[in-house]
């Protein structure tokens, strides 16, 4: 195919984008032969699993029931490739009934083109995040939600920079966040919600300084929130219920000035809540309840104009009720 490329350019110059679209022919050719070789062997393990596809409503299918080698791989339910090169980019099997363990050897992350990698809702049972998660440094999107994964986050996690969104939500992850949470400094959306995480929240997660959305809650996390937090000036959401964190709330919280969304509810916080609270100006929604806070409800209080729901509840108050509450 390529010497008929270069006969071609030779013996006539002018047709320029057919020699364009035979060259992609032969690029497409070249990468997805070996690309899906890769993911027949990733598939391999893998047997029909209906675990989890409760979640799926009628979505759930078994996508990789369509790979075989008779056709291309760019064809097959789930894998989406790059229209130039034909390397696999894309790699979408939420939902796809899949059972089975992932190796630390898998051959998916050969597959270092990928942008997105989207396993969620399956039955990926008795697996943890292979260290080799590393090689995928193009990675956009990860999404490992709700597919029984557990163990530990490898420190492998922090070399995938470009990363925007990643979802490791309702698993049985165990452990602390890794510090090399810190390098993902791209990323906008980050859940890592019930799971099993224990320990402190790293200062690092201070350099995330892009992200919209934190969900650490339904987690066994412990310690204060690092001063750090008030570094994520971007967020609009950030949910730390549901753990066991101590001490009292940084006062870097009213850094948080485009937060719409704070839930710190059923933790072991105590001291008064910082004046500081009054510059999220923003907010919607700031559940504050069963904790163990003390003290007077700050005057700034009132400035939290756009707020709808408030929640207080199940905590150590003293004093009046401030007359500027009547501002919301």
């Known amino acids: 195919m390529i010497s008929d490329l270069f006969r071609k350019c030779d013996s006539n110059p002018k047709p320029l984008h057919q020699d364009f679209e035979l060259f992609k022919a032969f690029l497409h050719h070249l990468y997805s032969s070996s690309e899906a070789s890769a993911l027949l ?13 409760d979640w799926c409503d009628t979505s759930s299918f078994p996508k990789t029931s369509s790979w075989n080698e ?26 796809s009934q899949l059972g089975g363990t992932i190796h630390p050897n898998s051959s998916l992350f050969h597959l270092d083109h990928f942008e997105t990698l989207n396993l969620a ?40 920079t470009q990363t925007r969104e990643l979802d490791l939500g309702s698993n049985y992850f165990t452990g602390q966040i890794p510090n090399f949470i810190g ?27 892009e992200i919209r959305e934190l969900d650490l809650s339904y987690n066994n996390f412990t310690g204060q929130i690092p001063n750090s937090i008030g570094h994520l000036t971007q967020i609009r959401k950030l949910d730390l219920g549901n753990n066991h964190f101590t001490g009292y709330i ?27 609270i009054g510059n999220l100006t923003q907010i919607r929604k700031l559940d504050l309840g069963n904790n163990h806070f ?23 108050f003293t004093g009046q009720i401030p007359n500027s509450i009547g501002n919301l």
């Open 41 to 53: 062997q990733f598939k391999k393990p893998f047997g029909i699993s209906l675990e989890n596809s």
């Open 70 to 95: 008779s056709r291309d791989c760019c064809s097959w339910d789930g894998v989406t490739c790059d229209l130039l090169t034909g390397h696999v980019i894309g790699l979408d099997l939420s939902c």
């Open 121 to 160: 809702y399956n039955h990926i049972n008795s697996s943890s995040i292979p260290s080799d998660i590393g090689h995928l440094i193009n990675l956009r999107h990860l999404n490992l939600s709700r597919s029984s994964f557990d163990g530990q986050i490898p420190n492998s996690i922090g070399n995938l």
């Open 183 to 209: 390098n993902l400094t791209q990323i906008m959306e980050l859940n890592l919600g019930s799971n099993y995480f224990s320990g402190q929240i790293p200062n690092s997660i201070g350099n995330l300084t």
């Open 250 to 276: 940084p006062n870097s919280i009213g850094n948080l000035t485009q937060i719409r969304e704070l839930d710190l509810s059923y933790n072991n916080f105590t001291g008064q809540i910082p004046n500081s």
């Open 294 to 316: 003390t003290g007077h409800i700050p005057n700034s209080i009132g400035n939290l104009t756009q707020i709808r729901e408030l929640d207080l509840s199940y905590n150590n």
